[in-house]
């Protein structure tokens, strides 16, 4: 399976502090997607890396992808309350004209004001 | 921005009914998915469709059938519910295979 694996599984730290995490999975790819999801609610796309890619900012979301060692990492920096969420690593694999995304299992990441 | 609209946040039915999961998404987007969420399972894909009337298996489709005869429309269905079909449903929509997914807030749905 070329299922992303999150981790940690959790996460828990003070607001302002930076949040780190991983991804890891295991064949070839054609792009990996970060989420957010809030409680309750549906996901909500965060960024967009290419296989051809090595980092991507997007205001305090930074992401890295290393295709050699099948890795990506999320960081959020000066983290806030309101960042608090369930984060999920999604893998793009293209077949033909579709494309299949698939999830890890999420972190959860609690913000402490 | 992209809308994609599931017809109930919340929804409780009984064994052996027929349930109707509706989305509506207003982006012209040629793909929609249905997915599932439990928890320490993530997200399984159920059924997906690249355009209308037609419709791919994902990786648990047993159980469910879909239905798209509009484009902007994609309904999961449940042919005849059972307990452990209890569960998040969420549906999603791209345009194309290099776009990332749109994702509606979800249909919790209890089966008793």
């Known amino acids: 399976s070329q299922q992303g694996e999150e981790d940690p599984q959790a996460l828990s730290i003070q607001e302002g502090e930076n949040a780190t995490m991983n991804c890891s999975y295991k064949t070839s790819i054609n792009n990996l997607q970060w989420y957010r999801q809030n409680s309750g609610r549906g996901l909500v796309h965060l960024i967009l890396i290419r296989s051809n890619e090595r980092e991507k900012h997007s205001g305090r979301l930074r992401v890295t992808l290393d295709t050699s060692k099948k890795s990506s990492s999320l960081l959020i920096t000066a983290s806030r309350a309101a960042d608090t969420a369930s984060y999920f690593c999604a893998t793009a694999f293209h077949t033909g004209a579709n494309s299949k995304l698939t999830f890890g299992k999420g972190i959860t990441l609690s913000v402490r004001p | 921005d992209v809308k994609v609209t599931q017809s109930s946040r919340y929804l409780v039915k009984r064994t052996g009914e027929k349930v109707f999961l509706e989305c509506v998404q207003d982006m012209d987007h040629e793909n929609m998915f249905w997915y599932r969420q439990d928890p320490g399972l993530g997200l399984r894909l159920i059924y997906f469709?690249?355009?209308?009337?037609?419709?791919e298996k994902g990786d648990i489709p047993e159980g469910y059938s879909v239905s798209r005869e509009k484009k902007e429309r994609f309904s999961l269905i449940l042919e005849s519910a059972s307990t452990n079909q209890t569960s998040m449903y969420l549906c999603?929509?791209?345009?194309?295979?290099?776009?990332?997914?749109?994702f509606g807030d979800g249909t919790r749905l209890s089966i008793l």
């Open positions: 999603a929509s791209k345009r194309d295979r290099g776009q990332p997914q749109h």
């Open positions: 469709s690249y355009d209308v009337k037609m419709k």
